[in-house]
């Protein structure tokens, strides 16, 4: 068995079960160094701390999987894992076969670097670590066998190949191709999904209970949704909310016309779909005295990097601050972050600081996370990304 030791103190973490060894913490590697080969993680004082996969072309050296000396990382450790995975989310009740789901979270799952989502009967897997990517045939294998799959698409997340060191591409990997867009049902409507050219696998299904618990707030409510992507939130107000109005709007044409197609689907009638960006939208409206009850905003990924986190937070700012300007006293205001790097406490005090600034008491009424088939896995505070905090402003 190849041995990773690791560099006196550096073992804490991953006693503590973290699955990421970066290559500062490693002394030396003893034995054949393969890259998606497994290895023992070893202690300074030569004990074993963890088993896991090499990647010497990753900055994540090695993924950790298990912390049980006995346990091998064989084929049936990963069939076990991904049952597990796909058992509990028939527990949580996310089995519809029209529906979908996330079946595997990667460290939230215990799984570092895989992530599968189903839309009815068909799999989009994303690896997005070289030792997923190798063993693909009999994962993939074993989802269809689990979940009766009748086609697997493949996705990649940008700049992951790059990342480590894969070449995988996009698109078809097995079995049928759907013929035409696919439809899945979501908290009771419909939605068309595009797993194989779709933002993210197709859907943001990280969103589904908030969907659910926002449309709660607005019944009767004129609705602004900003970045509305295929329309999750507004059809979520009209149909399962009754609000009375929606403005939806999004930098995307195509991710507009996927949405409008949506509201055709469920016979909303009374959303009114703007393609543009999301800041100068904003901007304008307040200008022209538009006024809403409601505001929902769900931006893509603003922090990308540790640096990146100081600028993100203005932009939260900056682009909370627009939504309150055309906000009626006692709207409600649903926010949401989807940047792991800026955390919730910091996205607590950007709303803390808007209050302050702008003299409008802000009640925050529910603080939300993603649905429950994306844990949050302890050991990996990373696995905790989603904000979403629904708000009511005076
Ligand atoms: N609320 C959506 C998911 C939003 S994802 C849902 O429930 O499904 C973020 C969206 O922001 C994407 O659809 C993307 O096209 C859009 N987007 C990215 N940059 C933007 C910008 N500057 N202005 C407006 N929309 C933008």
């Not at 079995?175 to 439809?183: H, I, R």
Request: charged share 25%.
């Amino acid at each position: 068995m190849t041995r990773v030791i690791l560099k006196p103190h550096k073992a804490r973490p991953f006693y503590a079960r973290h699955p990421w060894v970066l290559d500062s913490a490693i002394e030396r590697i003893e034995g054949d160094a393969i890259d998606g080969g497994v290895v023992d993680l070893i202690s300074e004082k030569g004990k074993f701390v963890a088993r896991g996969l090499l990647n010497s072309q990753s900055r994540i050296r090695v993924r950790l999987y298990t912390w049980d000396a006995a346990e091998s990382l064989d084929d049936s450790f990963w069939r076990r894992q991904l049952e597990k995975a796909v058992q509990f989310r028939r527990q949580l009740g996310y089995d519809d076969p029209r529906g979908a789901a996330r079946l595997v979270f990667s460290e939230g799952d215990g799984l570092s670097g895989l992530i599968v989502d189903r839309y009815a009967d068909y799999l989009a897997v994303q690896a997005n670590a070289l030792a997923m990517g190798v063993r693909l045939p009999l994962i993939v294998s074993s989802l269809v066998e689990l979940c009766g799959a009748r086609g697997v698409v493949l996705r990649t997340e940008r700049g992951i190949n790059r990342a480590e060191g894969l070449e995988l591409r996009d698109g078809h990997y097995c079995g049928q191709t759907p013929d035409g867009p696919l439809e899945i049902v979501e908290n009771g409507l419909r939605y068309s999904v595009d797993p194989a050219e779709g933002q993210k696998t197709g859907f943001y299904l990280d969103q589904r209970e908030n969907r659910k618990i926002a449309a709660g707030y607005l019944r009767e409510r004129r609705v602004l949704d900003m970045f509305c992507y295929s329309g999750g939130f507004s059809l979520a107000a009209s149909v399962l909310g009754g609000a009375k109005e929606i403005v939806a709007v999004d930098s995307s044409a195509k991710a507009l016309a996927l949405a409008e197609a949506n509201a055709q689907l469920n016979r909303a009638t009374n959303i009114r779909f703007q393609c543009g960006d999301g800041f100068e939208t904003l901007e304008s409206l307040a200008a022209a005295g538009e006024r809403f009850d409601a505001v929902i905003l769900d931006p893509p990924k603003f922090a990308r990097s540790r640096r990146a986190v100081q600028e993100a937070l203005q932009a939260y700012h900056w682009l909370n601050r627009l939504a309150l300007a055309v906000l009626e006293p006692g709207g409600i205001l649903v926010t949401c972050s989807c940047s792991g790097l800026v955390t919730r406490e910091d996205f607590l005090y950007m709303l803390v600081g808007m209050a302050r600034q702008t003299r409008r008491d802000i009640q925050i009424l529910d603080t939300r996370g993603a649905s429950p088939d994306h844990p949050v896995m302890c050991s990996c505070p990373e696995s905790e990304y989603l904000k979403c905090f629904i708000c009511r402003v005076l």
